[in-house]
């Protein structure tokens, strides 16, 4: 933690500030820094509660945080890399499958079709965060059946958004990677309970996030129980609005924490022709693996066809990155 000094502070200003911090967090020291004072030693909670409190004190003008003081548990991920539900030994690693289950026949043929394919996981969406609330909004519990039954067939790991605490247990029932969709990023109280799930959990990054704000999500994440976390960069825009996903994010994302990092390119790029340029580029910026939407019949799905790549081009895909 960082006190940035008002400007022009005078050096009784100082020491009497310094009275005052030593009131407020003993046990605390401190170190010289550019224009304030370094503190050293104060537990994430005592930091986060005293912060606001020294911000009001006569002579200091702000208080900046390090990541790793903001997100401990973020930034001191083991070395070991993810081995469960889904091998990051050996990357890039693929969760493939349509933006939302439809039925069972179109659903178990995508299943099929995706692990002959090269995928490791399956998308099993049952619950949509769709902007219209007239659009299909997911089949909800009806499919928990569904992606059930291609998990017994393919032997693959589902992966399913969580949109409300309430789904938690029985999601987690069945699937084995909870995925906190980007609206959802800053749902607290939702992070909280993925938390307590027990099962890994993806996190994709919200639209405009900054890295500082993903990694406090994935802070809560791991406060509450977390385990097993993955991180998806899935770009700015809304579906359709312009491809273009954050590479030098990602980058940073795995340099600070060391947790895999995947990306979406479906939703980055709005069609499927610029779904799979960026899906490779993706790979060759370093992502981990993909989050993609592929299905054996895009052009007759629901939700997000347009963008939804085929199982072949899917294959090309995982062809070309290994
Ligand atoms: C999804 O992956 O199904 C999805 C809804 O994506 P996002 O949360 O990134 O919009
Ligand atoms: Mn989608």
């Known amino acids: 933690m960082i006190i940035n000094f008002e400007k022009n502070l005078s050096p009784e200003g100082r020491a009497a500030l310094l009275v005052l911090l030593r009131r407020k967090l003993p046990g605390a020291r401190y170190a010289a820094a550019k224009g304030g004072l370094k503190v050293i030693g104060l537990p994430p909670q005592k930091a986060a509660d005293a912060a606001p409190l020294i911000e009001n004190l006569p002579g200091a003008a702000r208080v900046t945080f390090l990541n790793a003081e903001l997100c401990p548990l973020a930034c001191a991920m083991s070395r070991t890399v993810l081995s469960k539900p889904l091998d990051f030994r050996r990357t890039p690693v693929f969760i493939a499958g349509p933006c939302a289950v439809e039925d069972e026949a179109s659903y178990l043929s995508c299943a099929r079709a995706l692990k002959a394919a090269g995928a490791h996981a399956l998308r099993a969406a049952l619950f949509k965060p769709r902007s219209s609330p007239y659009a299909f909004q997911g089949l909800g519990w009806a499919g928990l059946p569904i992606i059930a039954k291609a ?14 605490t309430r789904q938690a247990a029985r999601l987690a029932g069945v699937c084995d990677i909870l995925q906190i969709g980007a609206r959802n990023m800053r749902n ?47 770009g700015d825009m809304l579906s359709g609005s312009g491809a273009a996903l954050d590479f030098r994010l990602i980058r940073e994302a795995k340099r600070l924490t060391r947790l895999p990092v995947i990306a979406d390119p479906s939703h980055a790029a709005g069609g499927r022709e610029a779904a799979e340029r960026l899906a490779l580029k993706a790979l060759r910026s370093g992502a981990d693996g993909l989050l993609i939407e592929a299905a054996v019949n895009p052009y007759a799905a629901r939700v997000d066809g347009r963008q939804t790549v085929t199982a072949e081009t899917f294959q090309k895909i995982a062809g070309r990155a290994r």
């Open 188 to 234: 607290y109280e939702l992070l909280k309970e993925a938390g307590r799930s027990g099962r890994a959990v993806l996190l994709k990054r919200a639209m405009r996030a900054t890295l500082r704000e993903w990694l406090l999500s994935a802070e809560y994440l791991l406060k509450y129980g977390v385990k097993e976390l993955i991180l998806c960069e899935r």
């Open 151 to 164: 998990k017994k067939i393919t032997g693959l790991p589902l992966v399913t958004e969580i949109t409300d």
